[in-house]
Every structure is written in structure tokens, then in C-alpha cells.
């Protein structure tokens, strides 16, 4: 079946996070390569990112400390207009032109959906985890995507860069799986080989137009 609707993950998909996470090592005074790494490290290990957290800091209270971390930030929003990948203004608009729905459906907090709307992105759905009270790799996630869209999932395209969250999730729900090979969790969990569940493989989403029109 064609696709109709193409729809994003967030973090390491359109927004690069590198800003944020440098200046959470910053916020628990721990050194930019330090955390990194140890950011690296647990990833490797498929260990939720949150880990590296309480390995500087034995204890700590995360809601608590994302408060304090947003306060002397001066902002609650996630990511700013600074943040977004530059490939990807030129690649929404190319999809748009070319007749496809677009969407953007994480696990990010609640602040992401406006951060995102206030980036001016043609997104008809804008869905996240902490609003929907659903995260990835749930199939009740991607089940909402497609009711959220009015199609059945063959019709919609998912592009992510994690294969644990993203592209065998959306595969088996049915729907074409889209690996982008960018950010930490694509180049250490897959390197430079393809998962097999991706009905395509891309490095920039620029080339993401073209190689949905080599499925039809």
C-alpha cells in the first residue's frame, strides 16, 4: 500500500541533543567527555539513559533535579529552534510538497509538544509519551499513531533512529520502518550495518523523499 503519512521521533531524529546534554554535565559538574562516555557506556549496554545520573549522583531524585535543572535554565522547553537538525526544514517541506501527512510522535515530555509547534514544522499531529500516558516501544504507541491519523498502518512511514524504540516496533505494528543512522543510539547499537526490520536505511532525512518514492 502507498504511503501517505510520514511520522518523526524526536530526539536525534529532528532535535540534536547535544546542547542539552552537555549542559546537564554541566548541571551535576561533571565533565563534558565524562558523561558522555558514561551516556556511551550505558547505551551499549541497552541500559535506560537515565543511569548515568546515578552513577554521579547515588540517590539522586530525578524529578526533583529536572526542576532545578529547568529553573536555572530560565526555560521548560525541552529544545529550541537552535537545536533542530538542519536537514530537516528542507526535508518536511519537500514531503509536504509531495502530497505526504506529516507527524512527530516521541517519548518526550509534555513541554515537547509545544517546544515543537513553536519550531513551525508542518506537523498535522504532534503526539507525545507523557501526554498520551504511552511510551516506545509499546504497540499501543504506534496503534494511537494510526488512530490519531485516520489510516491503517501500512499507509504510514515511521523514521527513528533507535532500533529497540522505533524501527522494530513500527515494523511489527505494520508499518514501513525508517532507520536514521544518526545520534548515539544508531551508531553504537547498529553501526554500519542495517537492521533488518527497515524498509529503508537513510544518514540524512534529506534523502528520505526520494527513497519513500522507491517503494512505490
Known sequence: ??????????GETLVDETRVWSEWADHLGVPRLTFMAALGA???????HREPFALFRPGIDMDAEIRAFRAA???AAPFGPDDLYPDVRDCLAELSRRGYR?????????????????LGLPFELVGM????????????FFERIARELALPPERIAY???RVDNDVR??????????????GPWAWIHQGRSNPEEAAIVIERVTDLPEALESLR
Request: proline residues 8%; negative net charge.
Open 169 to 182: 516496533p513500527a515494523h511489527a505494528a505494520g508499518m514501513t520502518a525508517v532507520f536514521l543512522r544518526r
Open 159 to 161: 523514521v527513528g533512529d
Open 42 to 48: 550505558f547505551i551499549a549496554r541497552g541500559e535506560h
Open 1 to 10: 500500500m502507498t504511503v501517505e503519512a510520514v511520522v518523526f521521533d524526536v
Open 129 to 140: 509519551s507523557d501526554d498520551w500516558e504511552l511510551s516506545k516501544p509499546d504497540p499501543r
Open 73 to 75: 535554565s530560565g526555560t
Open 102 to 118: 506529516l507527524g512527530a510522535a516521541a517519548n518526550q515530555p509534555r513541554e515537547a509538544a509545544p517546544a515543537l509547534v513553536a
